[in-house]
């Protein structure tokens, strides 16, 4: 709740100045994504979430809670994986790389 009082503030604020507000901060899931919508920000950002559930914006654009299955789950770690060493090489430190973002 006073989370929600802080970005409305802001917003107010933002709105008298003509500049875009961008809400930062718990989005979890397309209700807490609506909620920041709605105190009158212009987007939020979405961070831990996108690591912890890369799913999220699926959720959000469909408006629904995703509860993946285990093999789906791993089947978009096994891509990450791919992705990452993909970028960052398969050597020792693109490994190293690759683990660090996925833990």
Known sequence: ?????????????AHKSGLPLVGNGDVFSPMEWNSRLEA??????????????????????????????????????KTYVSHGLEHWGSDSRGV????????
């Open 1 to 13: 709740v006073l989370l929600l009082l802080l970005f409305r503030h802001c917003a107010s604020i």
């Open 40 to 77: 009158s920000v212009t987007t939020a950002m979405i961070g831990r979430a996108a690591l912890i559930k890369p799913w999220i914006f699926t959720e959000i654009k469909e408006q629904r809670l995703w509860d993946i299955s285990a093999s789906e789950r791993l089947d978009l770690l």
């Open 96 to 103: 190293e790389n690759t683990r660090r973002f996925l833990l």
